[in-house]
T-cell receptor
Framework: RKEVEQDPGPFNVPEGATVAFNCTYS??????FFWYRQDCRKEPKLLMS???SGNEDGRFTAQLNRASQYISLLIRDSKLSDSATYLC???????????FGGGTRVLVKP | DAGVIQSPRHEVTEMGQEVTLRCKPI?????LFWYRQTMMRGLELLIY????????DSGMPEDRFSAKMPNASFSTLKIQPSEPRDSAVYFC?????????FGPGTRLTVT
């Protein structure tokens, strides 16, 4: 079993709609979590960190559920520019040795 | 700042040839990471350095792969000899304040 697992999608989302997806992690994997975004044929870029209390950054909300070992990302009022692959990432220590999930592809359509 | 710089951006080579990928991290970033990304296996960490010292190379697939960081501003990843299954995008990333900044990647094709 992979340390960080994600539904590969694609999630086809109408523009303006809300989309949410999760990733699960194994107990031995990580203490810190992040969401990275990767556009087609580009490098991954940090979208947001994930805190136990949940955190919001504009239209994006991230949640961490340690009891059930999953992380979620919710995108409200989806824009066409939100189309990308979203990578769930765990780290044993802040910033070091990241373990990436396989990514969830999101396609926002007009 | 120019960000993390990688060269070449694309490399096409024949099986058996030596391939050298280069990375210049962002100035002042003390940790450097090499990743490989394929459709089948996703993004995998190969090796990382702290202050130019290799810390964890457990992700290096086999002895054909080697990485060096002779100084704080330069690192290489070498594959010798290359094989078709090495075809992938290789990313370099450097770390600052808990965030990893990725370079644009080198797309390697081994025929």
């Amino acid at each position: 079993r992979k340390e960080v697992e994600q539904d590969p999608g694609p999630f086809n989302v109408p523009e303006g709609a809300t989309v949410a997806f999760n990733c699960t992690y194994s107990n031995s994997a990580s203490q810190s979590f992040f969401w990275y975004r990767q556009d087609c044929r580009k490098e991954p870029k940090l979208l947001m960190s994930v805190y136990s209390s949940g955190n919001e950054d504009g239209r994006f909300t991230a949640q961490l559920n340690r009891a059930s070992q999953y992380i979620s990302l919710l995108i409200r009022d989806s824009k066409l520019s939100d189309s990308a692959t979203y990578l769930c990432v765990g780290a044993k220590a802040a910033g070091n040795k990241l373990t990436f999930g396989g990514g969830t592809r999101v396609l926002v359509k007009p | 700042d120019a960000g993390v710089i990688q060269s070449p951006r694309h490399e096409v080579t024949e099986m058996g040839q030596e391939v050298t990928l280069r990375c210049k991290p962002i100035s002042g970033h003390n940790s450097l990471f090499w990743y490989r990304q394929t459709m089948m296996r996703g993004l995998e960490l190969l090796i990382y350095f702290n202050n130019n010292v290799p810390i964890d190379d457990s992700g290096m697939p086999e002895d054909r792969f080697s990485a060096k960081m002779p100084n704080a501003s330069f690192s290489t990843l070498k594959i010798q000899p290359s094989e078709p299954r090495d075809s992938a995008v290789y990313f370099c990333a450097s770390l600052y304040a808990g965030e990893q900044y990725f370079g644009p990647g080198t797309r390697l094709t081994v025929t």
